[in-house]
């Protein structure tokens, strides 16, 4: 089977001088979820910009669906859709006209059951009357994939989709993601969080100063992360850790206001992450926040070019 998004030596050089992107290479298959992983200024972004046809590329090719992004413009913006990570939305229009509007830009026959189904899906109903500009930023954020979803695209960008966002919004991106997986749709995610990749992705790739400089199955690159310390800031202090989390072996810390989980992503011998929030989940124990301690991803991303022999 043909790749959903197909990039060819794709390259973007302003006329400053600088080199977004350089001779990146990359198929995506069909129907899966891939991470795209880098530091601000890494080029998640122009790649994006480029496939859905807002920025035009220096040198390259890139296919959607089979359809040249240039030669057959219209065919391949068609098949995707976009979620911002800026709330750039129309604040005098009620949520459900917008949604509506954005179908019909793009060719589409009015379809009030889909569009219900939509904004249902993101808990946005209740709010169709509602002027976007009375909406809270997560509500807004809600919108704009509304928005992206509405002409029914085969491929979807996610860029920084939880940027900013408390940890329900996250957890409902999360399960929002794997629904539209399940229904068929392809999903590029660009984040800064490494265990939003673990959650979601099939597969990750690692873009620096513009180079692609791997892409690989989750699992091989977890591998190459090595130890992690996870903190869970609770909703309400424990004075002991529960039994149901003794085959992770988390700590209480700060008072009991946060559990600290310190693990080996590559280790198959005790559960992940997601297994961990799953009994805190059955165990009633609510939290409010997730943090892991690594710097930054720009930190990994030096130590795999060092560490990993990967050109610069």
């Known amino acids: 089977m043909h790749p959903i998004l197909s990039l060819r030596g ?23 979820i891939f991470a795209l992983l880098g530091p ?19 040198a390259g090719q890139v296919r959607v669906a089979g359809h040249d992004i240039v030669a057959d413009y219209r065919a391949a913006r068609f098949r995707t859709g976009l979620v911002p990570q800026e709330l750039s939305t129309d604040a005098f229009e009620k ?21 219900e189904r939509l904004l249902t899906d993101l808990s946005l109903w209740d709010k169709r ?3 976007i500009m009375a909406l809270s930023g997560g509500m807004k954020r809600r919108v704009l994939i509304a928005k992206a979803l509405a002409h029914e695209p085969e491929l979807l960008f996610l860029d920084e989709p939880t940027a900013g966002v408390d940890v329900e919004l996250r957890r409902d991106m999360w399960r929002l993601v794997r629904g539209l997986r399940e ?30 400089i791997l892409v690989e199955d989750k699992a091989t690159l977890m591998k190459k992360l090595g130890k992690r310390t996870l903190t869970v800031s ?7 850790v529960p039994p149901a989390l003794a085959p992770w ?19 198959t011998e005790r559960p992940g992450v997601a297994g961990m929030l799953r009994a ?22 030096v130590g795999l070019l060092h560490g990993e022999g990967v050109g610069a």
């Open 10 to 32: 794709l390259t973007k050089t302003y006329a400053s001088g600088l080199t977004a992107l350089d001779r990146v290479d990359l198929d995506i298959a069909r129907g899966e």
């Open 40 to 58: 601000n200024g890494a080029g998640k972004t122009t790649l994006i910009s480029i496939v859905c046809g807002l920025v035009t590329p220096s």
């Open 95 to 115: 949520v459900i006209d917008t949604v509506r509007f954005s179908r019909g830009l793009f060719g589409r026959g009015r379809d009030d059951a889909l569009i």
């Open 129 to 131: 009357d509602a002027k």
């Open 183 to 212: 229904r068929g749709t392809t999903i590029i995610l660009t984040t800064h969080y490494i265990e939003e990749a673990e959650e979601m992705a099939d597969r990750v790739g690692v873009i620096l100063k513009g180079r692609l």
């Open 234 to 240: 609770l909703a309400e202090p424990l004075s002991d």
């Open 249 to 267: 072996g988390p700590v209480l810390k700060n008072g009991g206001a946060e559990l600290e989980y310190v693990f080996d992503a590559a280790s």
């Open 280 to 301: 805190l989940s059955d165990a009633g124990i609510g939290y409010k926040d997730l943090n892991t301690q690594q710097s930054s991803l720009e930190d990994i991303f």
